[in-house]
């Protein structure tokens, strides 16, 4: 079956700490990535995407994201957290145009 | 542009009424598509459309639930006779061919 893994359902780190979070897709294909941010009461926004090319790739407010074929791995990092990510983060798959498949999210708090 | 627009943001209606949700999507973006939201989980598919075909629907979608978008433009979600299970964040997004999709704020749903 097809789905998306995100095995921390909440994670706490301090201001200016490194932050990963993990993501692990099922699909029998290389599928488009993406990781989204959703603050409280909001919609999603998307953070950085991998469609093809190279693994790494960064997006928005210092961001990146690695993907390993072999790991079926799509881990988001930051190498120094602000106050202002805390927020919740979805990682999601899909294939051109189809529906795009989500985690279930984790929650990212951050302490002073 | 604005991005994707929803309306209402907040509806909060009784047990067994119907209500209806807008969505507007980003200009010129052919794909529509809707996702439901609970607390803990990320959002889940309902249902897409390509223009004004409605190309697939989730088995999440029961008979009370119905989506159209007459003109490829907006899209209209209805969900008739209310129970307490379907109060929930209904979300929009929308895409062209080439690009990731992006997300309204969401229409939060209370059944009381």
């Known amino acids: 079956a097809q789905s998306v893994t995100q095995p921390d359902i909440h994670i706490t780190v301090s201001e200016g700490a490194s932050l990963e979070l993990r993501c692990n897709y099922s699909?029998?294909?290389?599928?488009?990535l993406f990781w989204y941010v959703q603050s409280p009461g909001q919609g999603l926004q998307l953070l950085l995407k991998?469609?093809?090319?190279?693994?790494l790739v960064q997006g928005i407010k210092g961001f990146e994201a690695e993907f390993k074929r072999s790991q079926s791995s799509f881990n988001l990092r930051k190498p120094s957290v602000h106050w202002s990510d805390a927020a919740e983060y979805f990682c999601?798959?899909?294939?051109?145009?189809?529906?795009?498949?989500f985690g279930k999210g984790t929650t990212l708090s951050v302490s002073s | 542009d604005t991005g994707v627009s929803q309306n209402p943001r907040h509806k909060i209606t009784k047990r067994g009424q119907n209500v209806t949700f807008r969505c507007d999507p980003i200009?010129?973006?052919?794909?529509l598509y809707w996702y439901r939201q609970t607390l803990g989980q990320g959002p889940e598919f309902l249902t897409y459309?390509?223009?004004?075909?409605?190309?697939?629907k989730s088995r999440l979608l029961s008979d009370r639930f119905s989506a159209e978008r007459p003109k490829g433009s907006f899209s209209t979600l209805e969900i008739q006779r209310t129970e307490q299970g379907d109060s929930a964040m209904y979300l929009c997004?929308?895409?062209?061919?080439?690009?990731?999709?992006?997300f309204g704020q969401g229409t939060r749903l209370t059944v009381v």
């Open positions: 459309f390509q223009n004004e075909a409605q190309l697939e």
């Open positions: 200009s010129e973006h052919n794909r």
């Open positions: 997004a929308s895409a062209d061919m080439s690009t990731e999709a992006f």
């Open positions: 699909y029998g294909a290389t599928p488009y």
């Open positions: 999601a798959f899909n294939q051109a145009g189809t529906a795009l498949i």
């Open positions: 991998y469609f093809s090319g190279d693994t």
